[in-house]
């Protein structure tokens, strides 16, 4: 299988992640940095396997962003897929590697559960705080503010030199002009926590979206790996890679 696009040290891989996985170079990654689909934002079926869009945008309009499959799980298959792609993707970490994996309050107890069972060593979560904006079904009721990441090591957690101890909580807001993806995250969040990853290395992102993880990859120094399966994230990806390459080669 050839990327679906390759420059500078970065390559997008258009497919599901169990098709691209198996090409891979075992050990090869230093981070698993990722934010797969959390199957969360209805408690009925109906609502489980509404369109993504109408779950997680306001008034279900996209404002032009495409949609993703893969988010219509119930808790069971879910837990089962992830145990099966961390798993696979745990491989292709160096031993000592970290795993990161984005998910919501609803799906936060059965993701750490599947992150154990994928004999990824679990050692934390950080919070990212998104900002007094977030939404609150009515008064007297806590605002949903907080997104998690699951964090672990493929192994042992040793000492670094040159980074850490890394931040436990992240404040970054949304910003439209910023957002690619119906449920894409901050640049500069991503920026943030690529720091997980030393200078130079390699991470990967199973669910790359966007392509978020991948420019603030490239934006730092580091290089990478993305997989996913919708060619039209794919395309604006590759479009937001060569827009930043190109303004580097032009300074």
């Not at 599901?16 to 199957?39: A, G, N, Q, R």
Request: proline share 6%; with cysteine.
């Amino acid at each position: 299988m050839k990327p679906y696009y390759e420059r500078a040290g970065i390559s997008i891989y258009h497919g599901d992640c169990h098709e691209v996985f198996p090409v891979l170079p075992p050990k090869s990654f230093s981070v698993m940095l990722t934010d797969p689909p959390y199957c969360s934002g209805g408690a009925s079926s109906s609502a489980k396997t509404a369109d993504p869009v109408d779950k997680y945008c306001h008034n279900g309009n996209a404002l032009g962003r495409p949609t993703f499959s893969g988010d219509a799980k119930d808790q069971r298959s879910f837990v089962t897929w992830s145990v099966f792609w961390m798993s696979a993707c745990r491989r292709l970490l160096k031993d000592g590697g970290y795993g990161l994996v984005f998910t919501d309050w609803r799906q936060l107890p059965s993701l750490t559960d599947a992150f154990q069972a994928a004999d990824f060593t679990w050692r934390g979560l950080i919070a990212w705080d998104k900002g007094g904006g977030s939404r609150s079904p009515h008064k007297g009721y806590a605002r949903h503010q907080c997104e998690y990441l699951v964090w672990g090591k493929n192994g042992k957690c040793r000492p670094r030199q040159d980074a850490g101890p890394f931040p436990g909580c992240h404040h970054e807001p949304v910003r439209h002009a910023d957002k690619f993806h119906i449920v894409g995250k901050p640049t500069e969040l991503m920026v943030k926590l690529v720091d997980f990853c030393p200078q130079g290395e390699s991470l990967i992102d199973c669910f790359a979206g966007s392509g978020t993880t991948l420019v603030a990859a490239a934006k730092t120094g580091r290089f990478g790996a993305g997989i996913e399966r919708e060619e039209a994230n794919c395309e604006i990806a590759a479009e937001r890679l060569d827009e930043l390459f190109d303004v580097s080669c032009r300074q």
